[in-house]
């Protein structure tokens, strides 16, 4: 989870700059969350 949380800072920092919105910010976040979501349940069954 830590380098993902990393990796996830680096791109909203890139996205931040690209996008003076943060549309692209607020769908990586979205992606994130989903990811961590199956993460949770991919260590709740093992």
Do not use: C, P, Q, W
Request: aromatic share 18%; no cysteine.
């Amino acid at each position: 989870m830590r380098v993902s949380f990393y990796s996830i800072s680096y791109f909203v920092k890139v996205l931040g700059i690209v996008d003076s919105h943060g549309t692209l910010a607020v769908i990586i976040v979205i992606i994130f969350a989903f990811v961590e979501r199956l993460v949770y349940v991919k260590k709740f069954k093992n």
